[in-house]
């Protein structure tokens, strides 16, 4: 039998990361909270992160005028939301976009702040984030562009120090790429390059002076295959456009419209 390595040994006794553990990067927090402390005129001395690896958010020391901003355990969310509610301890809380509503934390004092952002946990995770948060007053939940736009511009400077971005190109009817031809595929649109009507290229030679070229390669394409290809965009840009329509819509039954109506009425009522 093979001995094992010591790497493989020690990996053994490694604590294992679920999905609660998607440890936030510092440049993301540091965004959303300057965001918040602008917004809703949080002191950033009074902010505490009890959820560290290890640590317990329940036994937890906190300081007089101690504000909640940190990236809780998804699963137990609504646990912890109710915690800070009954104790009246203010809280902003990182939240999965999703699933923000299914979680319990629709309920008097809580307000939840729906953003568009992908963020890239340090744990790998990428989970379209959001929050939920007892700042708001009486709004149960809104959206928050400019904090999205924080986000959004944060992720992308962080991408461009880890991954090399490449260049975008248009390109004309007479070259195809592997890219382009995975496009059609997944449309269903069959594309075929017979081996006497193509030459493989690196580059064209407009690129040249610019010392650019085809990533990946592409195939110069014959004058009939250069008006199928052409016809194949077409084909993809109108399925892609299908696709985006193919969307079911939902309808109100007569209950939920009269459920509707009776929460018009009592704002009517409250003004």
């Not at 053994?12 to 609660?20: A, E, G, I, M, R």
């Not at 909270?33 to 690896?53: H, L, N, Q, S, T």
């Not at 939940?141 to 400077?157: C, D, F, G, V, Y």
């Not at 990533?215 to 194949?232: C, I, Q, T, V």
Request: charged content about 30%.
């Amino acid at each position: 039998m093979k001995e094992k390595s010591y790497e493989e040994f020690v990996e053994k006794f490694k604590p294992k990361k679920t999905t609660d553990d998607c440890y936030t990067p510092p440049g993301i927090y540091a965004v959303v909270r300057d965001w918040a402390c602008k917004e809703y005129g949080i002191d950033p001395d009074k902010i505490v992160r009890p959820f560290y690896p290890g640590g317990d958010y329940e036994h937890y020391d906190y300081p007089e005028g101690a504000v909640v901003l940190d990236n809780p355990p998804f699963s137990i969310l609504a646990k912890i939301t109710a915690f800070y509610l009954e104790r009246g301890i203010p809280f902003f809380l990182f939240a999965p976009s999703l699933t923000c509503f299914s979680a319990r934390t629709c309920k008097e004092g809580t307000n939840h702040l729906i953003c568009d952002a992908n963020i890239v946990y340090e744990n790998g995770a990428v989970v379209r984030t959001s929050f939920v948060t007892s700042y708001g007053g009486n709004v149960i939940a809104q959206t928050a562009p400019e904090l999205t736009r924080l986000i959004n511009e944060e992720a992308k400077r962080q991408l461009r120090e880890t991954v090399k971005e490449l260049p975008k190109y248009s390109y004309p009817d007479h070259v195809v790429t592997s890219a382009m031809m995975q496009k059609y595929a997944r449309y269903g649109i069959d594309f075929k390059v017979p081996r006497g009507e193509c030459v493989q290229i690196g580059r064209l030679d407009a690129q040249r002076p610019y010392k650019k070229e085809i990533f990946g390669y592409g195939l110069l394409l014959s004058d009939r295959l250069a008006a199928e290809k052409a016809a194949a965009e077409r084909a993809a840009r109108e399925k892609a456009a299908a696709e985006r329509a193919n969307m079911t819509m939902w309808t109100l039954s007569d209950r939920e419209k009269q459920m509707a109506k009776e929460l018009s009425q009592a704002e009517k009522e409250r003004n």
